[in-house]
């Protein structure tokens, strides 16, 4: 199980952080991948942090201003936001595919991944 916090309301520029906390089993070696879903258009993937070899991967809307890290020890992963926009509002989905890990060529895929959280929702106003 995953478990979304952290999202609230901020204006344009301002700064949230996010936690996924996983419960029932270790983030130690999975992928795991934020997705972020607005009103009225698709999920898409925005950032990624490969636990098992710590590399991390970015859209590139959000690159630069997002930053994905973890705390094993807290089995919890983290998605510091800065510089936000109103582009930026969505609910905002951590997920985990069946398999720990999963190829970089399909991270953004949504349908890569079978576990979610609920979601927690950002809006940024101007």
């Known amino acids: 199980q995953l478990v979304e916090s952290g999202g609230g309301q901020v204006q344009s520029g301002g700064s949230l952080k996010l936690s996924c906390t996983a419960s029932?089993?270790?983030?130690?070696?999975?992928?795991i991948t934020w997705f972020r879903q607005a009103p009225g258009k698709e999920r898409e993937g925005v950032s990624c942090?490969?636990?098992?070899?710590?590399?991390?991967y970015y859209a590139d809307s959000v690159e630069g201003r997002f930053t994905v890290s973890v705390d094993k020890a807290k089995n919890t992963v983290y998605l510091q936001m800065n510089n936000l926009t109103l582009e930026d509002t969505a609910v905002y989905y951590c997920?985990?595919?069946?398999?720990?890990?999963?190829?970089?060529?399909?991270?953004?895929?949504?349908?890569?991944?079978?576990?979610w959280g609920q979601g927690t929702q950002v809006t940024v106003s101007s």
């Open positions: 029932g089993f270790t983030l130690n070696f999975y992928t």
């Open positions: 942090i490969s636990n098992g070899d710590g590399k991390t």
């Open positions: 997920a985990a595919p069946p398999g720990s890990w999963i190829p970089p060529s399909i991270i953004f895929r949504a349908g890569s991944y079978d576990t």
